[in-house]
């Protein structure tokens, strides 16, 4: 398997808690727990990872919770 290499948010300022992705050529993203560097690996398909991340952006999961 090719190495993946992870990046993390700069929004993250430089703790642990969050997590990392990998964008590899090809039609999967790779998403890791900073903190477990090791550990498993989630993926999904690149189509979905996109449409996710422009869900967030877009604000489509700002819950009003007060």
Do not use: W
Not at 30 to 54: M, N, V
Request: net charge negative.
């Amino acid at each position: 398997m090719t190495q993946l290499t992870f990046k993390k948010s700069s929004y993250s300022g430089g703790n642990q808690n969050c997590v990392e992705v990998a964008l590899p050529a090809g039609p999967v993203s790779h998403i890791r727990d900073s903190k477990d560097p090791d550990g498993p690996t989630l993926t999904f398909p690149r189509e979905a990872h996109t449409a996710f991340i422009t869900a967030v952006a877009a604000g489509e999961f700002d819950f009003d919770l007060l």
